[in-house]
Structure formats: C-alpha cells, structure tokens
C-alpha cells in the first residue's frame, strides 16, 4: 500500500480519536487500510452486480418517523404570557413562555453602546467605528436599531461574515492532506471562487433551498447562471486520494461526499451506515449505498469559462486563471452493498435514491443522470423535515451563542433534544413560508427582545439555570479567529477589504480579512490551529473554545501582534494628539466601542509616563496590551 494512501486512513483515525469523526470512518479507514497491506489490492470495479438476496429490513418505519426531528415542523401557536410587553417579535412568546414558567424574568435591555457593537460583529465579523457609535447614539428615531439592521444585512461584509460560517461545514479548504514532494496536480488552484460564491449568494439572499440546489446540481438546473457553476465547489472541493481508479479509494472519497453532505444540510450521521447499518438511526446500509450510487455517479473537472474540460495533470501553478474545479455527470451506475464496508465483499444492489425515513414510503429511484438534481431537490423539500430545522439551529447558533439542539449536525437518536422545540419548528415553518430568507430570518432574530438582553449575570437567575438554557440574558461569546483578526486589522487602519485568490495567512503584507485565506488540509496554519479553526479534512458542526498559553503568547511576542501594536500607538497619538488621555480615550473607542472609565485612565497615564525600556515605546507597549486584553476577545 502506498505511504500516502495509509497516510490519509490514519489521519481519520486521528480525526475520530479527537472527536472529528464517526465511528464506522474509524472501522472502515482500518479495515481498508488492513485489507489493502495483507492484500495488495489491484484496480476493481465499482459496477453493481447483483451477488447476494436482499438483506433483511428489521425496522419499524412508522414508529422511527414519529422520532420529533423526522416529523414535518408545524407552526406552533403564539403561547400566552404574562409580560406581553416585553416582546418584540415572534420568537420572544416561547422564550418569555419558558422564562415564566420557570419563574425567571428576562434581563433588562444592553446598552446602545453594547448592542451597536454586538450586532456589528455577529453580521458583518468586523468591529464597529467610533464614529458608527457616535451616530446611533445620537439618533433619536424610534426606528434607529432598525435601521442599523438594515444598514448591516445590506452591506458586503454581511455575506463574508456567513460565508466564514458556512466554509467549515462544507469542508472548504485548497489541498489535499497528502503531497510527494512538489506535486500540487491533486490541489485546487481556484478554490477561492466557490467562497466567492457562497459569499455572493448571502449578501444577494439567495433562498436556502436555491443554495442548496445549485451546490448540489448547479449544472443540472436550468435556472441557474455560468457564474452558478462555482458552487459545485461544495462537492469538488473534497479530498482526493492518490490511486484514485481503485475501488477502495474511490469509496473512501464517496464517505467523504455522503457524510458532508447529509450533516451539512440533514444534520444526520448518514456514513455511519457505511459498514452496517446504523446503530442507533434509521438509516440502512441500503440508505448509505443509495447515496454513495449518486456520487459514484459523478467526476471532478476542471473547467474553464468557455466550457473547456482542462486534461490531464496540471500544478496547481499552472492551472487556468478562470477554470472552476467542479463536478459533472459520470457514468450513472448502481453500487452494490459493500458487506461490512469490504469492496471485495458485494451484496445487493442499492439503487440511487433518498433516505427511506425521509420518504413517504419506498424511496423513488433517482432517473436523472447522477442523480444529483433528484438529490438536490429531496434535501431542498419543504416536505423535508430536517432542511429547515438544521439551518435555522445554525444561525441561531451565530447569534445567540448557543443552538437550540446542542449537536448541530446530529439531529438524529444520539443527538440532543431541542431546549425549545416549539420556537425551532415555528422558526422553521415561518423559514421556508418566508422564501427561504436568510436575512429574513436574521432579522427577526436580531430584532427581539431576546436577543437585545444584556450579558450581566444574576446571582439568583445563575441558581435557577446556570446554563441560561432559557434564555434569561445574553450569553457573553468569544470571538472567532476571523472576526478577531480581522477586527485587530481594523481598529489599526489596516484592513484591506479586497477579495480573490487566497493568500497565506503568514505572508506580512497580508492584511485582507481572514475567511480570504489560504485553507490546508496538508498542515492548517499555525494561527488557525491556536484559535481553534476546525480540521479541514472533515465537516465541522462547531467549533471548540479553547484557552491556552499559546494564545497569549501569540499576542504577545509574533510580530504580527508587534506590528499591529506599533501601527496602533501611531494611529491614536496621531488621530488626538492634545493629550494621552484624549490618545486613551481614542483608543478605547477603537478597540471596545466605549470610553475608558476614569480609574482606566489614571493607570494608563501613569503607565504612559514611565520610562521605556529597549527599542519599544511606552506607547506601542500600551497599544499591544490592548489589543490582548479579553475586552478584544469577547463580546457582550
């Protein structure tokens, strides 16, 4: 077996160790990885060939459709609460409901400051200006926040900050985890147009549904524009394995598409039938087959403006300026049922065609090609009871910190129950009766009272849900590396709002906003690892927080930090030069979207008013300890 191709099954070893991957990944890496060294294994086919009787079907349908998640969302009715007044929007009914009921009141209402800097940073990731606070917190209209809503959904950086979401789901990233010596034939030179794209599809609010149609099927739909050709990036972009022509590599690669696919839009762990059926889900190994036929059914290309295919081997450097790395039809075939996982082991054959639990009966065979527009247009069904449900956890997941159900990308039996299940199918129907909106959804989520409560915490409230699963007040969050680097860009002046070709995050003159960054599987960048950007090798539900001595150390001594630093101290000696408390001042306002308090003040001009030691500046030594400080990390 070749170093490489064992290389890659041992990194889902790791993946799964870590909690990236599934348990049947981990059975089935190790058992092709086995039957490949004891084997040899040479080229097979893939071609279904009936071989074995049906295998017996144990489950009771009717019972497993009645599960909460595989039930269709039904609007819910607005519940009666005592504090009426309170509420702002639809959603505010079923959490002012529970609060209630658990005897807890909301928190009061942030303030302007706080919440004009909230809100900037969960829709555009950038922090806010001074002069934006100044001019909130002097209009008197009664439809000010409003506005600011508005303001922020229309602009360009809105689809940036979803797109910083949506890529980890989708496993985005240029490379492969594997490359002998200089080879970069198996790299994807423009990867950066699907982001583009997907960034381009959020600011224009394409509905989710289309979203999902044309990352799936674009070339097979017939609405859809040359320019749509890039969102199939969602499934070209996935990994590629050296001897790709061998049946156990292509069906490594098939997992790959199954498992992106069905936990991004479905929020169920389909590739865990792969082997066996699903231990705890309905989800047969037919299921898994049915779906693995649609991708075995498909080929990456390469393909220019023009429609030209690019043949052959090319470097990653020499690939064409407008060729799109895409999927296209293949040969449309059945696969068989590989026992056990084992490809040399062939069952029945699973004919192309959705999720029986998700099918009102027998799932209808896919006629069309590969498949993937029937696929595209099962997933994208408003009779669908998932589609809905998992993109609306997800954005609530953006904005309030904490999702309804705790495993956004497992909506199935193992998976957690919704905290509030009443307010995610409401939000889920009023979703789909809207068009689809994304920014509709949004919007009603920014604008409630829920969602406007201040971050303070309350002794007695804390006794009652130290979780705050109901929701008493705002969850205080952690930036994510993209929205903290970028806002340290900001607040220096620096940040080059320039789109296009990925540039690597170490390169110094890089200074664009992160989610424009080169993305590897091979070896993730050093400062994404720290801040805990997921492993791009596989789909990632969330993402971890955590606090270690290389962060801060990070912050401490990388010249980029020292730069920034120095670039700051200019900035805001410059900008109010009467004094250093007018410079401090300045400086607060730029960083934390407020004025320092006095004592901040007091000890900042007394710090000032030492002597430097070294080459650094009092100043520059300030500016940096600011820019470390938690204040910059964490919203209220």
């Not at 789901?169 to 030179?189: C, I, K, N, P, W």
């Not at 037919?286 to 690019?310: C, E, Q, W």
């Amino acid at each position: 077996m070749q170093p490489l191709l064992m290389r890659d099954r041992l990194s889902k070893f790791y993946h799964f160790c870590t909690g990236g991957l599934r348990v049947t990944g981990l059975v089935t890496g190790l058992m092709t990885l086995l039957g490949a060294v004891a084997t040899g294994r040479a080229a097979a086919t893939a071609v279904a060939a009936p071989v074995a009787p049906a295998l017996p079907d144990t489950i009771n349908w009717a019972k497993e459709r009645d599960f909460w998640s595989f039930k269709s969302p039904r609007p819910q009715a607005r519940p009666v609460v005592k504090n009426a007044k309170w509420t702002r929007q639809p959603l505010d009914f079923f959490i002012l409901a529970r609060l209630e009921q658990k005897k807890l009141s909301p928190s009061v209402e942030a303030d302007r400051r706080t919440l004009i800097r909230r809100l900037t940073l969960d829709l555009t990731g950038l922090p806010v200006t001074p002069e934006e606070v100044s001019t909130f917190l002097a209009d008197k209209r009664t439809d000010a926040y409003e506005q600011l809503v508005e303001r922020l959904l229309a602009s360009p950086r809105f689809g940036e900050r979803l797109a910083s979401v949506w890529l980890p789901l989708a496993r985005y990233a240029e490379d492969q985890a594997h490359q002998v010596g200089g080879d970069s034939t198996m790299f994807y030179a423009n990867a950066f147009r699907y982001r583009e794209w997907v960034m381009d599809a959020f600011n224009r609010d394409l509905p989710y549904d289309e979203f999902i149609r044309l990352q799936l099927a674009a070339d097979r739909v017939p609405t859809a524009k040359p320019d749509d050709l890039a969102a199939l990036g969602f499934l070209g972009l996935g990994p590629k394995y050296y001897n790709r022509g061998r049946l156990d590599v292509m069906a490594d690669e098939w997992e790959d598409r199954v498992d992106t696919v069905t936990r991004a839009t479905l929020g169920l762990t389909v590739a865990c039938a792969r082997c066996h059926d699903h231990k705890f889900d309905p989800i047969t190994q037919r299921d898994y087959y049915a779906l693995a036929g649609v991708f075995a059914s498909m080929k990456m290309v390469n393909k220019t403006a023009d429609g030209k295919i690019v043949e052959g081997k090319v470097s990653a450097d020499k690939m064409p300026a407008d060729a799109v790395h895409m999927v296209e039809e293949g040969n449309a075939q059945n696969l068989n049922i590989f026992l056990r996982g084992n490809v040399d082991q062939k069952g029945p054959v699973a004919e192309r065609s959705f999720l029986k639990v998700l099918s009102t009966s027998e799932p209808v065979p896919f006629k069309e090609g590969s498949g993937r527009r029937e696929l595209a247009e099962a997933i994208a069904s408003r009779d669908n009871p998932l589609t809905a449900r998992v993109m609306v956890n997800r954005i609530w997941a953006v904005l309030f910190s904490r999702p309804l159900v705790a495993t956004p990308s497992n909506f199935g039996h193992t998976g957690m129950l919704p905290t509030h299940p009443e307010l995610l199918d409401d939000l889920a129907v009023r979703f789909m009766q809207g068009g689809w909106s994304v920014k509709s959804l949004i919007r009603e989520m920014v604008l409630s009272a829920t969602y406007r409560q201040s971050s303070r915490e309350d002794s007695k409230k804390l006794a009652a849900d130290v979780a705050n699963e109901s929701l008493w007040r705002m969850n205080r969050r952690r930036l994510s590396i993209e929205q903290w680097r970028d806002s340290v860009l900001a607040v220096t002046g620096e940040l080059d709002l320039a789109g296009g070709k990925s540039l690597e995050l170490d390169d110094t003159k890089n200074l664009r906003r992160t989610v424009h960054a080169r993305i590897s599987r091979l070896k993730l960048n050093d400062l994404l690892m720290q801040f805990d950007y997921p492993d791009a090798n596989v789909h990632a539900e969330k993402r971890s927080s955590t606090t270690t001595p290389t962060q801060k150390l990070f912050m401490l001594n990388s010249p980029f930090m020292l730069q920034r630093a120095k670039v700051l101290a200019t900035r805001v000696t410059t900008e109010a030069s009467e004094s250093d408390a007018a410079s401090i001042q300045r400086a607060y306002q730029l960083l934390y979207g407020r004025n320092p308090e006095s004592a901040e003040t007091a000890a900042a001009v007394a710090f000032l008013r030492k002597p430097a030691n070294g080459e650094v500046t009092r100043w520059q030594q300030y500016a940096q300890m600011l820019l470390a400080a938690n204040e910059m990390l964490y919203v209220d």
